[in-house]
């Protein structure tokens, strides 16, 4: 059976296209070697349970590796300390049952409490055990749990982290586990010991002694570009395979779900239809494009999860539309819950000791669900375009300067008379609104990460086949706007482009409203002004 890109629970070598994540390994088993507890929190889908898997063959010739995963221990065995150590012992004995690497008689003491032979099982008892079976143990044992977020909640399973805790602090004299990993989206380290009646009163996180886990997990374009080689040997397409690793870079920011995914897109389903009839023409830069349309138009797990924290935690939503249409620079502050959700969640990276969006692919999925939402769906401007949508596809061919045009009068029309601060904080957001049905479908736009300021903003347009530069600018005199013009010509350089378009929005109650096209050297700007 040939090998195939995963999108799907964790990637093995010998069926899929996988980066090399020796490096990772290794640096993962420098902490083990160290006896560092640590947990390796990361959004969903990041390759956790990948790389724990990975992580167990590569330890197991030096140490017994007990690789748990509590999404298989149930609600109800976290209910009090008799089902929880029953369930653990259960979950233990199998593992150790596969690998043959325990004794009869601590085989035995945990099959007590794995059948319900141990009256009022605690966790205390439970420890005794574990600790037994690491003094008798001819190897050190490593333990890793993944999917913690399955008892984030739990008491119980805050005191069995507390249980860990005392044995840690103890390992110079009492013979404990070598490492202990702990998985998942939430931070446990973050997580408090209630205490006292009700549980009112809180004591500091009983994991508090986890080590900081800096290992990145995300892949470069130089890991991407490893994988495709791979690919390469077997499919010849012909791919010019820096270039595909770059846009896969530049559209994921290296998540480990969207680069699977998009390569899986362009191998399954660009590759074969009418406009890319083989392998070799779906690795392009115009298939590449087409993978992200079928990517961003389709359900999946990961963006139905993130849809679903902005609908629980509307804080993290302003937030969120603090950075996509308002421009706002926003400094990374510890304890901040709306940036820490953000962060833990994947919404959102550090840069620079700011919070940006985390990649591409993420921010098109965000500026498209918040231009859908209901609210905007009825706005005047949204079905304004809706109606004039069909006058812009001329030949297959989007009509950008029509859109300009046809969005001026609109806008002057319906928000002619609003303030300085309506257009400062809103003007972009009703163009990318007007926008969206016109090229719904067929195009996608994202915005150009180094220009998202209060003042300036470059949208880029892929419209079959075609780019479109588009900046949208607060107007703040001529020596600005010239500037503003320099700018764009660069992005025309670089996007290998002869026109490009800016759209300025003017606080000026003399200003000149409407639609020129001027020449600059080899180079045509359309600008706009509202």
Not at 191 to 220: C, E, Q, T, Y
Not at 297 to 305: D, G, K, V
Request: aromatic share 12%.
């Amino acid at each position: 059976m040939s090998k195939f890109f995963n999108d799907s629970a964790d990637c093995k070598p010998d069926l899929h296209y996988m980066i090399d994540i020796s490096k990772r390994l290794e640096q993962i088993k420098v902490m083990v070697d160290a006896g560092k507890y640590f947990t390796i929190n990361r959004a969903r889908q990041y390759g956790k349970t990948t790389t724990l898997q990975m992580l167990n063959e590569y330890l197991k010739n030096e140490y017994i590796v007990v690789s748990l995963d509590f999404q298989m221990i149930s609600y109800e065995d976290f209910n009090n300390e008799q089902n929880f150590t029953g369930a653990f012992a259960r979950e233990l004995l199998e593992v150790a049952d596969k690998n043959k690497n325990m004794s009869k008689t601590t085989a035995a003491r945990f099959k007590k409490f794995a059948n319900g032979h141990v009256v009022n099982a605690t966790l205390s008892m439970l420890f005794k055990c574990l600790i037994g079976w690491c003094g008798e143990s001819p190897q050190k044992i490593v333990l890793i749990i993944d999917e913690v977020d399955s008892a984030t909640n739990n008491q119980v399973f805050l005191d069995f982290l507390a249980q860990l805790r005392g044995y840690y602090i103890k390992r110079n004299k009492i013979p404990t586990f070598q490492s202990v990993i702990l998985a998942g989206v939430y931070d446990v380290k973050n997580l408090k010991r209630k205490i006292g009646a009700g549980g009112v009163h809180k004591a500091n996180s009983p994991w508090n002694i986890a080590a900081d886990f800096l290992v990145d997990m995300s892949f470069s374009a130089k890991d991407i570009a490893g994988m495709l080689m791979e690919y390469e040997v077997v499919h010849s397409t012909g791919m010019n395979m820096e270039e595909m690793a770059a846009l896969l870079y530049d559209y994921t920011s290296g998540y480990p779900f969207l680069v699977s995914r998009l390569c899986k897109l362009i191998d399954e389903r660009v590759a074969g239809n009418k406009d890319f009839p083989n392998k070799g023409a779906a690795w392009t830069k115009e298939g590449f494009l087409e993978a992200v349309k079928f990517l961003l138009a389709e359900p999946n797990t990961l963006f139905e999860s993130l849809i679903n924290k902005l609908e629980d935690y509307p804080e993290l939503e302003e937030m969120i539309r603090d950075l996509l249409f308002r421009g706002k620079e926003i400094a990374y502050v510890i304890g901040i819950r709306s940036i820490d959700m953000a962060l833990m969640f994947g919404f959102v990276k550090k840069s620079d000791n700011n919070i940006v969006i985390a990649n591409r692919i993420f921010e098109i999925l965000l500026y498209n669900y918040s231009l859908a939402s209901p609210a905007m769906r009825q706005d005047e401007i949204y079905n304004a375009a809706l109606k004039d949508r069909n006058q812009f596809i001329q030949n297959g061919r989007l009509n950008m300067r029509l859109v300009l045009e046809k969005f001026v009068t609109h806008f002057d029309d319906l928000y002619g008379n609003r303030g300085e601060s309506f257009l400062e904080e809103e003007g972009r957001r009703y163009f990318l609104l007007y926008l969206r049905p016109i090229i719904n479908g067929s195009g996608n736009y994202y915005i150009e990460s180094q220009t998202r300021s209060m003042e300036r903003t470059d949208v880029i347009v892929d419209y079959n086949r075609e780019q479109f530069v588009i900046e949208l600018k607060i107007w703040r005199g001529n020596e600005y706007h010239k500037r503003g013009e320099k700018q764009l010509l660069d992005y025309l350089d670089y996007y290998h482009l002869n026109k490009g378009y800016m759209l300025s929005f003017n606080f000026n109650q003399k200003k000149d409203i409407g639609v020129k096209e001027i020449a600059i050297g080899d180079k045509v700007l359309v600008e706009a002004v509202v």
